[in-house]
Nanobody
Framework: QVQLVESGGDLVQPGGSLRLSCTAS????????MGWYRQAPGKEREFVAL????????YYTDSVKGRFIISKDNAKNTMYLQMTNLKPEDTAVYYC?????????WGQGTQVTVSS
């Protein structure tokens, strides 16, 4: 069974930091891209960041540039999202996505809450 498992969500104060992790497991032969999306209450899911798995290029939505860094460990099929200088508007459920030879995969989501 192919699946994505996320971890790292938490309650943090404004200006704080968190690191999210996402590990792909199962019969995956090839990962094309892995990325993070988020969905705030009452809003649609939006793109946050993406990592081209083989080429290494990264992409970010404008609102997180300079604050979030996406990285990966190819050997572990794991992706990370280092989030710094967190703001209340970053509060959302963060979802991991992977485009693989087994199709498009989504994780179950991890809650990030930024509040004092």
């Amino acid at each position: 069974q192919v699946q994505l498992v996320e971890s790292g969500g938490d309650l943090v104060q404004p200006g704080g930091s968190l690191r999210l992790s996402c590990t792909a497991s199962g019969s995956i032969l090839f990962i094309y891209t892995m990325g993070w999306y988020r969905q705030a209450p009452g809003k649609e899911r939006e793109f946050v960041a993406l990592n081209n798995w083989t080429g290494g290029r990264t992409y970010y939505t404008d609102s997180v540039k300079g604050r979030f860094i996406i990285s990966k460990d190819n050997a572990k099929n794991t992706m990370y999202l280092q989030m710094t200088n967190l703001k209340p508007e970053d509060t959302a459920v963060y979802y991991c996505n992977a485009e693989t030879d087994s199709g498009s995969l989504w994780g179950q989501g991890t809650q990030v809450t930024v509040s004092s």
